[in-house]
Antibody, heavy 116, light 107 residues
């Protein structure tokens, strides 16, 4: 059974960066393809990017390219999502999620608030 | 990117009702479609994958059908625990996309 535990809520100013972590247990990170999905308040789900095991590369949604970086530390089985140049529209709950291109395991979510 | 359109956006129903939610893809996605249920303040929960395969532990009142560009999620007899928001997600293209969601409310 995979468990994903995310870091706590963050408050950031416009223009800053945020780095959210996702700790894996039950499996090793190398056995999983990790993705990130966000949800603005009262809105739907938005895929940000994830690991493509066929190409061995991380694919980012075009909307976030140049502003998002997804990394992994296999020594601690922790995945990270860093989003830069934050603006108020980036206020959202950020989820890590894993599965075979659909997601059967999700983290609990991390609220990132962008406010001056 | 493949666009996913769900309808209706909101649905009012009573316990025991049969409920159907539709998801349309902007191009063919074969059967590469998943459905999720989300309750307020919680992460989404996988219900259906590959259009019609029921995830382990999900009640059999949930079913999915369709292929190509048109898909449906059916709840055969709505239960109190089923009032939630439902999302479809395509994974035909590696740029994954979700539908806008359907909120199932108490009538």
């Amino acid at each position: 059974q995979v468990q994903l535990v995310q870091s706590g809520a963050e408050v950031k100013k416009p223009g800053a960066s945020v780095k959210v972590s996702c700790k894996v247990s039950g499996y090793t990170l190398t056995e999983l393809s990790m993705h990130w999905v966000r949800q603005a308040p009262g809105k739907g789900l938005e895929w940000m990017g994830g690991f493509d095991p066929e190409d061995g590369e991380t694919i980012y949604a075009q909307k976030f390219q140049g502003r998002v970086t997804m990394t992994e530390d296999t020594s601690t089985d922790t995945a990270y999502m860093e989003l830069s140049s934050l603006r108020s529209e980036d206020t959202a709950v950020y989820y890590c999620a894993t599965g075979e291109n659909y997601f059967d395991y999700w983290g609990q979510g991390t609220l990132v608030t962008v406010s001056s | 990117d493949i666009q996913m359109t769900q309808s209706p956006s909101t649905l009012s129903a009573s316990v025991g009702d049969r409920v159907t939610i539709t998801c349309r893809a902007s191009q063919s996605i074969s059967s590469w479609l998943a459905w999720y249920q989300q309750k307020p303040g919680k992460a989404p929960k996988l219900l259906i994958y590959k259009a019609s395969s029921l995830e382990s532990g999900v009640p059999s009142r949930f079913s999915g059908s369709g292929s190509g560009t048109e898909f449906t999620l059916t709840i055969s007899s709505l239960q109190p625990d089923d009032f939630a928001t439902y999302y479809c997600q395509q994974y035909n293209s590696y740029t994954l996309t979700f539908g806008g969601g359907t909120k199932v409310e108490i009538k």
